[in-house]
């Protein structure tokens, strides 16, 4: 797969095995800039101890105001370490040592060939908690049914219905018509939330929205598609956490927070559609988190 990369809807067709670079920047290597325990996940993932959180290296989406641009970029090769399929597997257990209630795959699209086989080698060597994919929604179906029956829960963001911003922030213009199929299938291998006695998700799908400045009509959509679509067999995850930390002098709109006034909108727009799942208090700007990504908690290939 790696030899002619379609893993994604930008299907760069780039011989990753030969060391070439597609739209996400990976080749062949397993690279993650940090595996940690995570408390700044949805309640039911983060738990007491934290979500188990494995930060992979380049994105198949590259958005101009990613909070993540150390690691996800084209660059990213200064960042984090590599390994191997063993070693990823090792982290995966090192991590349900520490006392992770899941392992929280952060942006693992382009790593998605690997994943098949890190999974169920992680399972041999003794991994029980869950396995969470935590990516941004633009993702081929094709790719998604290689992982059923491999990840327990999916954490998709839902980010733009209009393709004009989809286009100016994301550079794909059809990620709203690629990001509902690739739920549907989603929705479809996990069926309806499950949550433990203890209050941790076992397996089911949330959908994040973050709010951007000056896109409540987008968020209008998107919520009412959710509802329609999915309605109660998925959880919403509605963030107003959106912090600039990149360049964004050509994009001037997006140098403003979401307003209270248009967070109160949402939040009621998402109750009046009956959808269930989690809103944020003004807190969760300054709350919001961006680790060190150094590579910290990685097993390295032996
Ligand atoms: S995973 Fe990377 S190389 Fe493969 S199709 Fe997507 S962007 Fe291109």
Known sequence: MLEHCTLCPRLCGVNREAGEHGFCGADARIRIGLASLHQWEEPCLSGTNGAGTVFFCHCPLGCVYCQNHDISGLDADASGICTDISGLADTFLSLQQRGAHNIDLVTPTQYAAQ?????????????????????????????????????????????????????????????????????????????????????????????????????????????????????TEVFVSLMRQ???????TDYPELLQPITDEAYAEACEQMAFLGLDGWTQDAEAISESFIPHFDGTGVCRAK
């Not at 994943?115 to 060597?125: E, F, H, M």
């Not at 869950?130 to 081929?140: H, K, L, Q, S, T």
């Open 242 to 248: 959106f912090t600039p930390c990149t360049d964004l």
């Open 115 to 231: 994943l098949t086989q890190a999974i169920p080698l992680a399972r041999k060597r003794g991994l029980t908690i869950p396995i969470v994919y935590n990516c941004g929604g633009y993702e081929r179906v094709e790719t998604l049914r290689m992982l059923d029956g491999l990840i327990d829960i999916y954490l998709p963001d839902f980010k733009y219905y209009s393709s004009y911003y989809s286009e100016r922030y994301s550079r794909a213009p059809d990620y709203f018509d690629v990001t509902v199929d690739a739920i549907d299938e989603m929705v479809r291998q996990t069926a309806e939330p499950v949550i433990d006695a203890d209050g941790l998700m076992r397996s089911g799908t949330i959908i994040r929205h973050l709010m951007l400045p000056n896109l409540g009509s987008d968020t209008a959509h998107i919520l009412r598609t959710i509802a329609k679509r999915w309605g």
